[in-house]
């Protein structure tokens, strides 16, 4: 790890602290296939639901039989898997109103299919730091790009609004998760044990992170991977 010299900020670094809200704001971020929107639950719980919950998938992006919704989906979340639609929509209800992050739905363009969720969290402006998390998608889209994408597309939107670091963290034992990260070229930065107490189960958790300073070459190494997905 690089312990850099001089910890003196600029004046107009400090002064982004006052501008950035504890809630963050509303935005649709779209590139190449994905859309990403706020969470409206009332509009959005049903179909989330109908994806993840384990029962048969078909529509225009392909057909899925009867799976396990836990071990495709919800085994290293915070929540799920639910056992009916008010239990999923409490879950959504709560992303949405998040004090200090935005949820975001993600949606196939071309189909406008929804198909997972991805969120900021954690948010602390006065820091200039955020965290990409709550992430998951149907297993009808995974493995083909949906989540390189949208996180593209939050770390963007993320530094171009003038926050300095990223975080992503995951259950340490989510080798999906942690596989994902050091690809899209965030950095290990070592393992929190007994860090949480999560589903009556003890959690030790990976952190990741990504720098501004680190931004521009990830976001080449990140577009180049893109143009390849389709």
């Known amino acids: 790890m690089t312990i850099t010299g001089s910890q003196t900020l600029s004046l107009e670094v400090l002064a982004r602290r006052n501008e950035l809200p504890l809630r963050v704001n509303p935005v649709v971020l779209e590139h190449a296939y994905v ?48 056992a009916d639609q008010s239990e999923f929509d409490a879950y959504l209800k709560a992303l949405a109103d998040n004090p200090n992050g935005l949820a975001m739905c993600v949606s196939d363009i071309p ?24 992430i998951w998608y149907s297993p009808i889209v995974q ?28 259950n340490a034992l989510n080798e999906r998760s942690r596989r994902a990260a050091l690809r899209m070229g965030f950095v290990f930065e070592g393992v929190q044990e007994s860090h949480l107490i999560i589903k009556d189960r003890n959690r030790d ?26």
């Open 205 to 230: 958790t990976a952190w990741f992170r990504m720098l501004d300073r680190e931004w521009a070459d990830n976001r080449i190494k990140l577009e180049k991977m893109i143009a390849l997905c389709r």
């Open 143 to 170: 493995g083909k790009g949906y989540n390189l994408v949208a996180t593209y597309l939050m770390l963007k939107h993320a530094f171009d609004l003038g926050y300095r670091r990223l975080e992503w963290k995951c």
């Open 35 to 82: 859309r990403l929107t706020p969470i409206d639950v009332d509009a959005v719980g049903k179909t989330l639901f109908e994806i993840s919950n384990g029962s048969p998938i078909k529509n225009s992006l392909g057909e899925v039989a009867p799976y396990d919704a836990d071990e495709w989906i919800w085994k290293y979340m915070n929540n799920g898997p639910f």
């Open 111 to 134: 189909s406008k299919q929804l198909v997972g969720i991805a969120t900021f969290m954690n948010n602390a402006p006065e820091h200039l730091k955020v965290e990409l998390g709550s």
